[in-house]
């Protein structure tokens, strides 16, 4: 199962095992649990310091426990830990071993400090970037604090329980038998949500701060490269983000990032972060940005959480996010059949039949992945013609379960009160009215600039977007902004990147300029 090269990192990995781990099977007789004993042998094989059982009482079969030898296990795999979780799997024997996570003291401090009983379950996808974040973020938990247990289940294995919780997208994460929380978080998400009196802390925090020469508002690749290249001036700089990475976290394959023939999202968010970290930058995470405004002493941030930040210069770099239909029935379904990550959430639609909405690259590439795993896609395109690649187009009319339907416009998303049954459309050439039976709805109609905070405040164009000159500066003096927030045309993470490093030059240019304008007059002369 496992080939010779991830057996030396194996081998590599498990000399900073700290104490004896052991393995504890719940199997039957079942392929599945053959499969998995199967991998845990062969895991196990690679050190001394892990042995495997078969004796494990678990409910859910086939499951595994990882657990320091003679302790109590709180860390539970309900599925086979491969693809995006082989990561989750190694991590959670190296830490429940004692092997030091490699997290802020601060972080580590609020999660020994939880009180209660915690036993979490999360619904994933082994195709799902985004689970392996949830996985690992409670596996740590679980591992350095006793009140916490946590169960990875794979929904694709578990059929029953993904119908008893009405799972329809993944991560989803249920605390105590109730839905905690769908999505990608981390352990500092996790514990705001579970910690209440932590956002007055977090507000006091960022209030006793001090004056920032640019406070960068957004940690994407435009943020990221705009922290950067202010704190390589030496100057003050902060970074406030409301999830470090933004869209680029739910971005699966990159191909034309240059120089680099492929990566994925969340690995160039992870080397974006130890870039930024590299430097001497203050950075803020899970801080929403509610407010802007000019003072006599520069601009003022006021976050979500009451807190105020002052800068002399702010440069805006929220991204955008993705464009809902704004249909009745929409927000209702949300993720209770509507979708708006096939990679994440298709495996838990298979074998039925969904719908994409949306004609472009983004749409028919979804429609394309899905039909390989669900029974039939329709294609909904608002236009008479679809927008994608020519080559993209050749493969999606080559698929036999694939239905393409233009000049049709969403009208309304029906259910039965818990899930997703059918879609009503309309011929926009005939006008008649239609109705589509289905169990799933991807959305996948491009892209809505997070920017309503700022309305009233600096100019926006028609469509939301922030606009910028040639140095990126918005019609606020002081502040300037990049990334697929602003008017700059094609929202590409390299193009971002770009415009981020421009516009903290134009906030370094305006900083030596504003600074000298303020002199007395007597000193410039002198």
Sequence with gaps: MLDSNIKTQLKAYFEKIAAPITLTASVDGSPASAQMLELLNEVAEQTDKLTVKTDGQAKNVPSFTVSKTGEEARITFAGLPMGH?????????????????????????????????????????????????????????????????????????????VDQYQIMAVPTVILNGEVFGQGRMGAEEIIAKLDTGSAEEEAAKLNAKEDFDVLVIGGGPAGSAAAIYAARKGIRTGIVAERFGGQVMDTLGIENFISVSHTEGPKLVQALEQHVKDYEVDIMNLQRANALKKTSHGIEVEMANGAKLKSKSVIISTGARWREMNVPGEQEYRNKGVAYCPHCDGPLFKGKRVAVIGGGNSGVEAAIDLAGVVSHVTLIEFDSQLRADAVLQKKLFSLPNVTVIKSALTKEVLGDGS??????????????????????IFVQIGLLPNTEWLKGTIDLSPRGEIIVDAKGETSLPGVFAAGDCTTVPYKQIIIAMGEGAKASLGAFDYLIRHSVSEEEPSKIAA
């Design 85 to 161: 979780e082989m990561t989750s799997f190694i991590l959670a024997i190296l830490q429940a071993s004692g092997y030091p996570p490699k997290v802020e003291e601060d972080i580590l401090a609020r999660i020994r400090k939880l009180d209660g009983k915690f036993h979490f379950q999360t619904f994933i996808s082994l195709s799902c970037h985004n689970c392996p974040d949830v996985v690992q973020a409670l596996n740590l938990m679980a591992a350095i604090n006793p009140n916490v247990e946590h169960e990875m289940i794979d929904g694709a294995l578990y059929q029953n329980l």
């Design 419 to 440: 899930k997703v049954n059918s879609l009503r459309y309309e011929d926009r050439t005939t006008k008649a009215d239609h109705t589509l039976e289905l169990e799933g």
